[in-house]
């Protein structure tokens, strides 16, 4: 990460459980955003249940930031889309975790949704990446 990025997680807000609350960055770097990953295998086929998706969605935005130089280091925000997120929260934060930094986690938003653009589709993430150069 950067030097000119900071992780804060203020006193007067509770404390959050995976995730920053504030991402602050600075001065000069490359700004790259991702867009929404689905799981979907190379062959554009569903990869199965909530957690196989979840994964496959992770390898996906692995492979995208690979494509410009960077790792989940360099994340600083994740935007994170649940279709049944009472029960599907908890997988997805054991994923999430095997692919993130945990000691300094990027801001994150999850939102619960009814449906995604793909019928089959359970889960989609995005990503902003910041780059030193």
């Given at each position: 990460?950067p030097?000119?990025?900071?992780?804060m997680?203020p006193?007067?807000?509770?404390?959050?459980?995976?995730y920053?609350?504030?991402?602050?960055?600075?001065g000069?770097?490359?700004?790259?955003?991702?867009?929404g990953?689905?799981?979907?295998?190379?062959?554009?086929d569903?990869?199965?249940?909530?957690?196989?998706q979840?994964?496959?969605?992770?390898?996906?935005l692995?492979?995208?930031?690979?494509?410009?130089?960077?790792?989940?280091?360099?994340?600083?925000?994740?935007?994170?889309?649940l279709?049944?997120?009472?029960?599907?929260l908890g997988?997805?934060?054991?994923?999430?975790?095997k692919y993130v930094?945990?000691?300094?986690?990027?801001?994150?938003?999850?939102?619960g949704?009814?449906?995604?653009?793909?019928?089959?589709?359970l889960?989609e993430?995005?990503?902003?990446?910041?780059?030193?150069?």
């Amino acid at each position: 990460m950067p030097a000119n990025t900071r992780f804060m997680n203020p006193a007067a807000i509770a404390k959050p459980g995976g995730y920053t609350h504030v991402v602050e960055v600075t001065g000069p770097g490359r700004i790259v955003y991702i867009a929404g990953q689905l799981g979907l295998k190379p062959n554009g086929d569903i990869a199965g249940d909530f957690r196989a998706q979840c994964g496959q969605a992770f390898d996906n935005l692995k492979a995208a930031l690979a494509a410009v130089g960077a790792t989940f280091d360099d994340v600083v925000k994740l935007n994170n889309y649940l279709v049944d997120i009472p029960n599907n929260l908890g997988v997805y934060r054991e994923v999430r975790d095997k692919y993130v930094n945990t000691s300094q986690p990027p801001a994150s938003t999850t939102i619960g949704v009814p449906a995604l653009a793909r019928p089959d589709a359970l889960y989609e993430v995005e990503a902003v990446v910041l780059l030193a150069k």
